[in-house]
């Protein structure tokens, strides 16, 4: 299944997740109807035969029902749009610090970081559930940029680097795999289904506590009474929603779990990480369980399950560990891992014990990470002048997962220094980083430059001047990556920050009055992502290719005038080449003269593409790749600018393999 394809599924799946919720309300309403007959009957006894049939009941139930069902629904729908980091915090995750010194949480920041430059995901920020003794992990957001991964604090000590590395892909499956918006969207339509049982939980301790029952029994009748009736009706009614909302979370998210598992061990040829952890998860006590009481709200998120299932399983949001494991290891012989040291976990902790896999000396473990993080590059670094492209290849690798890109992110990363790779995870540091990325070759521009940074943010200036030295060597092919790196540092830093990098960003690149290919991608990968990350529910608004031909043919026309090299006969056949492959378009696409397809117009046709469906994201990039194709080659400014658009898009491209 390609990127575009689980995109479409995980919307189909929205599609029949609000379906269900419906019929749950219908349900809802049906019963809360024969409560109020019930309440109504006690209230006002009817002569006769009993009525069945009341619309103006009806009605009132139905306006109720659907206004607290749907309120609560918004209600958790609002509070979790925020993003990944309200999620992680919800369950008592912390933010790891880039600057720990505990080398198993640096580890955990080096998995990550080869993850998102071999997938071409955006840096997610990188949460520890610090209280959590369970091996588990989770990945939570409505968009790329909003991302978080968070795993458990057991995950981070009981599990080898292998383990946690297939854990993390994991995770990372289902950030490509468009799950994530789903869970959010799953969890707020729970919340609206069970906040009747809610209330009538509220109302039954409400009366209780007020006597209600006492006075009833001395002979008094009425209003308190119905008022229990009413809770024990609401409490009823609210619970059975819940339960059948309980089977529709277990339903939709099992089958999910066993293709983000294939999609890991597709991701890192090694069966054994996944696998592994799997088997720690049947070995230890704890298992995977989760203490915080928010854990089942989200349980659906979870790499594996963290609250007990109940009802024979058929609560259960992920399939049984047998059955995992057995699919990516037939051959096992069904032993589970066997922990040094067992607990009582009726009397002990685990976080009162030092786990194994951090019983190493200090000075053994510290020389581990360093020999790690200086490990040589696994392929020789290729000068990128023009290399071979195949636009049918390029679209298919979009959301990838597979051991040649993730070679290429731990090649790419071996050749940045380590200086820059600390100055990415610090919000002080980062935007000098950025900075230099952008310093011209040009000794004129680039002391233009430096001024403008010495004026606008003076607090960068000095480290800036340290970075310099590194970022003047680094290989083209690590300066998006390192962009890439940086994210999460930007994205939470404080707005004051921000504003006044952002305004230095855009004198920085304007310095020599021109915009490059790489300061175009570099700039509208970064104000992308900060924007996406800030409000991250942007929705789908284009539906026609007719409505944005023109913002298309501003994209082909940037890209034909890169792979023409300004020659207009050039230029032609590259947009006409790209052009053929979106005959839907009523009509026929015209390139824009060279000064009408500056990358300013890119800029705004972008921002509108954005917001377009599915199939017109696919069929630009399909496009696009054809123009850059037509003459069998990519230079490092189409790739970059080819990257750039489709971050935009939301489509992350992985590392060039």
Same mark, same amino acid.
């Given at each position: 299944?390609?990127?575009?394809?689980?995109?479409?599924?995980?919307?189909?799946?929205?599609?029949?997740?609000?379906?269900?919720?419906?019929?749950?309300? @219908?349900?809802? @309403?049906?019963?809360?109807?024969?409560?109020?007959?019930?309440?109504?009957?006690?209230?006002?006894?009817?002569?006769?035969?009993?009525?069945?049939?009341?619309?103006?009941?009806?009605?009132?139930?139905?306006?109720?029902?659907?206004?607290?069902?749907?309120?609560?629904?918004?209600? $958790?729908?609002?509070?979790?749009?925020?993003?990944?980091?309200?999620?992680?915090?919800?369950?008592?995750?912390?933010?790891?610090?880039?600057?720990?010194?505990?080398?198993?949480?640096?580890?955990?920041?080096?998995?990550?970081?080869?993850?998102?430059?071999?997938?071409?995901?955006?840096?997610?920020?990188?949460?520890?559930?610090?209280?959590?003794?369970?091996?588990?992990?989770?990945?939570?957001?409505?968009?790329?940029?909003?991302?978080?991964? *968070?795993?458990?604090?057991?995950?981070?000590?009981?599990?080898?680097?292998?383990?946690?590395?297939?854990?993390?892909?994991?995770?990372?499956?289902? @950030?490509?795999?468009?799950?994530?918006?789903? %869970?959010?969207?799953?969890?707020?339509?729970?919340?609206?289904?069970?906040?009747?049982?809610?209330?009538?939980?509220?109302?039954?301790?409400?009366?209780?506590?007020?006597?209600?029952?006492?006075?009833?029994? $001395?002979?008094?009748?009425?209003?308190?009474?119905?008022?229990?009736?009413?809770?024990?009706?609401?409490?009823?009614?609210?619970?059975?929603?819940?339960?059948?909302?309980?089977?529709?979370?277990?339903?939709?998210?099992?089958?999910?779990?066993?293709?983000?598992?294939?999609?890991?061990? +597709?991701?890192?040829?090694?069966?054994?990480?996944?696998?592994?952890?799997? $088997?720690?998860?049947?070995?230890?006590?704890?298992?995977?369980?989760?203490?915080?009481?928010?854990?089942?709200?989200?349980?659906?998120?979870?790499? *594996?399950?963290?609250?007990? *299932?109940?009802?024979?399983?058929?609560?259960?949001?992920?399939?049984?560990?047998?059955?995992?494991?057995?699919?990516?290891?037939?051959?096992?012989?069904?032993?589970?891992?066997?922990?040094?040291?067992?607990?009582?976990?009726?009397?002990?902790?685990? +976080?009162?014990?030092?786990?194994?896999?951090?019983? #190493?000396?200090?000075?053994?473990?510290?020389?581990?990470?360093?020999?790690?993080?200086?490990?040589?590059?696994?392929?020789?670094?290729?000068?990128?002048?023009?290399?071979?492209?195949?636009?049918?290849?390029?679209?298919?690798?979009?959301?990838?997962?597979?051991?040649?890109?993730?070679?290429?992110?731990?090649?790419?990363?071996?050749?940045?220094?380590?200086?820059?790779?600390?100055?990415?995870?610090?919000?002080?540091?980062?935007?000098?980083?950025?900075?230099?990325?952008?310093?011209?070759?040009?000794?004129?521009?680039?002391?233009?430059?430096?001024?403008?940074?010495?004026?606008?943010?003076?607090?960068?200036?000095?480290?800036?001047?340290?970075?310099?030295?590194?970022?003047?060597?680094?290989?083209?092919?690590?300066?998006?990556?390192?962009?890439?790196?940086?994210?999460?540092?930007?994205?939470?830093?404080?707005?004051?920050?921000?504003?006044?990098?952002?305004?230095?960003?855009?004198?920085?690149?304007?310095?020599?009055?021109?915009?490059?290919?790489?300061?175009?991608?570099?700039?509208?990968?970064?104000?992308?992502?900060?924007?996406?990350?800030?409000?991250?529910?942007?929705?789908?608004?284009?539906?026609?290719? %007719?409505?944005?031909?023109?913002?298309?043919?501003?994209?082909?026309?940037?890209?034909?005038?890169? %792979?023409?090299?300004?020659?207009?006969?050039?230029?032609?056949?590259?947009?006409?080449?790209?052009?053929?492959?979106? #005959?839907?378009?009523?009509?026929?696409?015209?390139?824009?003269?060279?000064?009408?397809?500056?990358?300013?117009?890119?800029?705004?046709?972008?921002?509108?593409?954005?917001?377009?469906?599915?199939?017109? #994201? $696919?069929?630009?990039?399909?496009?696009?790749?054809?123009?850059?194709?037509?003459?069998?080659?990519?230079?490092?400014?189409?790739?970059?600018?080819?990257?750039?658009?489709?971050?935009?898009?939301?489509?992350?491209?992985?590392?060039?393999?």
């Amino acid at each position: 299944m390609d990127f575009f394809e689980a995109q479409a599924s995980a919307k189909r799946r929205t599609s029949r997740l609000m379906l269900l919720f419906i019929l749950a309300v @219908i349900g809802v @309403i049906a019963a809360c109807y024969l409560a109020a007959l019930i309440v109504v009957a006690r209230i006002r006894p009817m002569p006769g035969t009993w009525l069945v049939w009341d619309g103006s009941l009806f009605g009132g139930v139905s306006l109720v029902v659907c206004l607290i069902t749907g309120g609560a629904m918004l209600f $958790k729908w609002l509070q979790l749009r925020a993003g990944g980091s309200v999620i992680a915090e919800m369950v008592g995750g912390r933010r790891v610090d880039p600057q720990s010194t505990d080398l198993a949480e640096q580890r955990l920041l080096n998995i990550v970081e080869e993850m998102s430059i071999a997938s071409g995901v955006p840096m997610p920020a990188v949460y520890l559930l610090d209280d959590e003794g369970g091996l588990n992990a989770f990945a939570a957001g409505l968009t790329t940029s909003d991302a978080v991964v *968070a795993v458990t604090r057991g995950s981070l000590e009981k599990l080898s680097r292998d383990e946690l590395q297939g854990v993390v892909a994991h995770e990372f499956s289902h @950030i490509l795999n468009g799950d994530m918006r789903l %869970n959010v969207r799953l969890t707020a339509v729970l919340f609206g289904i069970l906040v009747i049982g809610l209330m009538g939980r509220g109302l039954l301790e409400v009366m209780l506590r007020s006597g209600a029952v006492r006075t009833r029994g $001395k002979g008094k009748s009425g209003g308190p009474g119905v008022f229990i009736i009413v809770g024990i009706a609401m409490l009823v009614i609210g619970y059975v929603g819940y339960f059948f909302g309980r089977l529709i979370q277990a339903a939709i998210s099992r089958q999910r779990e066993y293709l983000a598992d294939a999609a890991a061990v +597709q991701f890192t040829r090694n069966p054994l990480g996944v696998s592994g952890a799997l $088997k720690k998860i049947g070995g230890y006590s704890l298992g995977s369980r989760l203490d915080s009481a928010a854990a089942a709200q989200i349980g659906h998120f979870f790499f *594996a399950q963290s609250f007990r *299932a109940g009802f024979t399983q058929l609560w259960a949001t992920h399939p049984p560990l047998e059955e995992r494991i057995r699919t990516i290891d037939p051959s096992w012989d069904g032993r589970f891992f066997e922990p040094e040291t067992v607990v009582d976990v009726a009397r002990e902790s685990h +976080q009162a014990l030092q786990p194994p896999v951090l019983r #190493k000396p200090a000075g053994a473990r510290l020389a581990a990470e360093r020999a790690f993080s200086m490990m040589p590059a696994l392929q020789a670094a290729v000068p990128r002048a023009t290399i071979p492209f195949v636009p049918a290849q390029a679209l298919a690798q979009a959301g990838a997962l597979t051991e040649s890109h993730f070679t290429a992110a731990q090649s790419l990363l071996s050749q940045i220094p380590q200086p820059l790779r600390t100055a990415a995870r610090q919000p002080d540091q980062a935007p000098a980083l950025i900075y230099a990325l952008l310093l011209d070759a040009d000794d004129a521009t680039r002391n233009r430059q430096l001024t403008l940074v010495q004026q606008h943010d003076p607090g960068a200036a000095s480290t800036l001047a340290q970075l310099q030295p590194d970022c003047a060597a680094l290989p083209r092919a690590a300066r998006l990556p390192l962009l890439q790196l940086s994210l999460p540092a930007l994205r939470f830093a404080d707005a004051a920050t921000r504003d006044r990098f952002l305004r230095t960003l855009e004198a920085v690149i304007h310095a020599d009055g021109r915009v490059s290919p790489f300061e175009f991608a570099l700039h509208k990968t970064l104000s992308g992502h900060l924007r996406l990350s800030q409000a991250p529910t942007a929705a789908t608004q284009l539906y026609s290719f %007719n409505a944005v031909a023109a913002d298309i043919a501003a994209v082909l026309s940037a890209l034909a005038w890169i %792979n023409g090299a300004s020659d207009q006969a050039a230029a032609s056949r590259a947009f006409a080449y790209g052009a053929a492959h979106l #005959k839907m378009i009523e009509t026929p696409l015209a390139l824009l003269p060279d000064g009408i397809a500056a990358l300013e117009l890119l800029d705004h046709a972008l921002d509108r593409l954005a917001a377009a469906s599915l199939p017109i #994201k $696919k069929r630009t990039l399909i496009a696009a790749a054809h123009v850059i194709g037509h003459d069998g080659t990519i230079t490092p400014e189409e790739d970059e600018l080819f990257r750039a658009i489709s971050a935009a898009l939301d489509v992350p491209l992985p590392a060039a393999a």
